[in-house]
């Protein structure tokens, strides 16, 4: 496997070849630093721990602070670990686009927009119950009975019902990388990808 950390710019359209129009989302990547390398002998397993985007030092725990320093870089916002790495990486050694080449399918991971407390419509696609008319309360948007009667005389657990939606993690596959831009550190990727503007997102392939 190989993978970078990048931020979520926004979606555009591109002309492919044959002149159709492709949506796309643009995602501006840095350099990520291999903070550490874990292997078989030492941790059990092989991995590779990459960390991207700066952070201030004094928002930074003492403990992060040196590990950083073990890799000779700056305090990073975001760390991730990645198993079966398919390059051979040091300490301190960076990560660029050049992992990737345009046509090639990756998979993108990230968390989706918070839609906050939202009722049954929108959270389960419930279509609605009630009369609207006839003398009856508008129970357009309620959800109807949650229980039963009898047997077992309660709440079932796992009842669809009104609660938080959003801010889940996403991975979307089969994504193809429709342009690169090394030198801007641009990468374009067909179709959309989660998160807001600005959010982290995983591209792994």
Known sequence: MKAILGTKKGMTNIFDANGKRVPC???????????????????GYNAVQ???????????PNAMVGHFKKANTTPKREVIEIRDFDFA???GDEINLDIF??????????????????GVVKRHNFSGVGMQTHGQHNRGRA??????CSTPSKVL??????????TDRVKVKNLKILKLMPEEGIIVI???????????????A
């Open 25 to 43: 989302t643009v995602i501006k990547t840095e350099p990520c630093v291999v903070t550490q390398v874990k292997t078989v002998e030492t941790d």
């Open 50 to 60: 990459i960390a991207y985007g700066e952070k201030k030092e004094k928002n930074t």
């Open 89 to 91: 990486k040091q300490l």
């Open 101 to 118: 080449q345009e046509g090639d399918k990756v998979t993108v991971v990230g968390t989706s927009k918070g839609k906050g407390f939202q």
């Open 143 to 148: 959800p109807g009975s949650i229980g039963m």
């Open 157 to 166: 657990k796992g009842q669809r019902m009104a609660g938080r939606v959003g």
């Open 190 to 204: 067909s179709g959309c990808v989660p998160g807001h503007i600005n959010s982290t997102v995983i591209i792994e």
